[in-house]
């Protein structure tokens, strides 16, 4: 099914998921279309594992497909929801072997931009690819480890030798540099 | 921790990026709960972290996945349905279907009255009838059963991964064994630590008395810098059993000492309540 409704513009996710509350399989259809590749290549890029990001992927859009009414438009979006919960069952499935399989909270996602179409999609891909290109080598290796291998300040600063105060303030100068470019 | 102070701003990227330790991402979360201010900071900061997501190689899913899903959604459709007759109309379900064909033609026989025939039938699509039902209800047990067996087979799974990380900490080179002594008040508690600072795991085993409602055992490593750190709430093991919990704290922490408190339900940043066992590392 197009993401698009019958006139040609764009459907919104909360239009979409509206209709997933009502089992509409087509909207959830035109959902997984938007967003399968940005959770997918997120939970490979964590995993380094298809079978495991694949998993992720279709327990999450099932998890949407039978609790889309608890979503709330208000509490945030469903695209940042889609992207932290991905994130989350991943690292929560790197750390079961040591453990840490704590609870994630998924709630409160707030995403101030537009993922909605492909072209919006492109713009975000190519702006957050050029931050995090343009980053001091240590911001950017912090960031990485924390966000994609789930790594903490402390294991951060144990892996890299650097000191723990120099970790945090990386970490901050490289979230406040994606904060400018996105504004 | 916040002490109910709002969440301090240079936190809140640390928090949203998962760079904080577990112990400090916990209680910046409960306050975030109970604060509105900081949850929609916090959602924000959220929000832009997500979109690190993109820094991804961005590849497509096999089109099987989806295939897959909506084979997955159909049949738990089915499944539903299915569970939901005879209080709701089951429409489409077989054994469903066969039992209110049945089940009509039986009413239609023994309520027909004049044609002999009925006498025939009705004996006939009363048997059906209930042979429809028990196989509707065995269908039923053997799903239930199938449902059993693959939550028994998730708990062996999770239970072998609890085991290999018990001798994973065992073997460990640098894994120090603490015993702990009961305090004034509970003298004949015992309890018994294995830590291993390089793995950033502790073990712990423990024999306590009961709980007074609402309140809960909480086991403390007390580093040779600094605050103690939270290692598990636990809760005394019942009678017979050899319960070993197991907990994360920071990797590298060097450790003068353990010791569990009591304290209220759910747990504290850090100790409020009486010392129940103490014991020190080396002593």
Redesign the interface.
Known sequence: MSPHGSTGELVSDWSLLERVVR?D?SA??AL?DRY???V???A??ILRDTGA??EI??DL??QV??TAERFDAA???LA?WL??A??NRA?SRLR?????T?DL?EN??????DLESVAA?NV??NK??TV?GSLPEGQRQ???L???E???????A?KTGQPLGT??TR??SA??T??QV?R | MTNGRHIPEEDLPLLAAGALPEEECAALRAHAAGCAECAAKLAEERGRAALLALAATQEKPAPTIKAELFARIRAEGEKEERYRWPAQADKGGESGRALRQVSGQAGRALAGGTNWWNWVLAPLAAALLIAAVVQWREGRRLEAELDGANQHLAEMVKERQRTEMLLDVLAAQDTVSVKMAGMPGAEKATGAVQYSARKGMVMYTAVLPPLPANKTYQLWLVPTTGTPISAGIFAPEERGTKKIWMAEVPVNTEAKAFAVTVEPAGGVPQPTGAKVLVGAVGG
């Open positions: 089992k399989e959830l259809s997984y399968s590749g940005l997918f290549s997120e490979k890029r990001a694949e992927l279709q859009f099932f497909w039978r509490r945030g979006s940042g992207l932290v991905a994130r690292i079961r072997n040591t453990g840490k704590e909270d409160g996602v707030s995403l101030r931009v999609q975000l891909l957050v690819r995090m912090a960031v990485e924390a966000y994609f789930g790594m903490s300040h402390t294991e951060i144990d970790v945090k970490i901050r979230m406040e994606l904060k996105l």
